[in-house]
């Protein structure tokens, strides 16, 4: 798979990215609070999502694929460190719609995070 965490998400509403300036595209961003937080960190705490297991982790970059229950429909949840900010991407691989799921899950990852003082609101 490649690395689309800095990619715009299409025009399919199944994509949030805390780099879209579109609303129904976009999350708020994430601000570290430690400058010292790694990528490996933010991996393990996002793997708890529900389906969720870490595919990919290099650098300043990983890839969570997160796998539905019922038909096993595989969304990757791309999160990336730079500076201060952590970017986040959550994208269906396949159909139009995901119903709301990727920002859902988004938004549980901001709320794992919270939790654990990693950002700040």
């Known amino acids: 798979m ?6 715009m998400c299409a025009d399919k509403p199944n994509c949030i990215s805390t780099l879209e300036a579109r609303a129904d595209f976009s999350a708020a961003p994430f601000t570290l609070n430690n400058p010292n937080t790694t990528i490996e960190t933010i991996a393990q705490i996002a793997e708890q999502l529900k389906g ?12 969570i694929e997160s796998t539905s229950t019922v038909f096993r429909f595989v969304d990757d949840l791309e999160l990336r460190i730079e ?7 959550s994208e269906s691989r396949t159909g139009h719609s995901d119903f709301g799921v990727n920002r859902k899950r988004v938004e549980q990852l901001r709320t794992m995070l919270l939790e654990k003082n990693i950002i700040s609101k």
């Open 2 to 7: 490649p690395d689309k965490s800095k990619m």
């Open 52 to 63: 969720a297991k870490i595919a990919v982790i290099k650098e300043n970059y990983a890839r």
């Open 83 to 89: 500076g201060s900010n952590l970017i986040v991407r």
